[in-house]
């Protein structure tokens, strides 16, 4: 995602293998197996700056999909 996008939700990632950076708001965090994010309306985006698959699970409450 290259646009920071908020949703009124709370969501939880948890990174199983990999790594992802993640933006919220101004800081960005490079996470890695065993890191986990957890967002309350945040503006935040990610990416996969490297050439390993990245697994997450991922937690919406509401679900809004």
């Not at 993640?22 to 309350?40: C, N």
Request: net charge negative; proline share 8%; with cysteine.
């Amino acid at each position: 995602i290259t646009t920071p996008g908020s949703r009124p939700t709370h969501e939880v990632g948890y990174v199983v293998k990999g790594t992802i950076d993640f933006t919220v708001g101004r800081k960005t965090f490079t996470l890695q197996p065993g890191d986990s994010v957890r967002l309350r309306g945040h503006e935040f985006l990610w990416a996969n700056n490297s050439n390993e698959e990245c697994e997450m699970i991922w937690v919406i409450s509401p679900p809004v999909y």
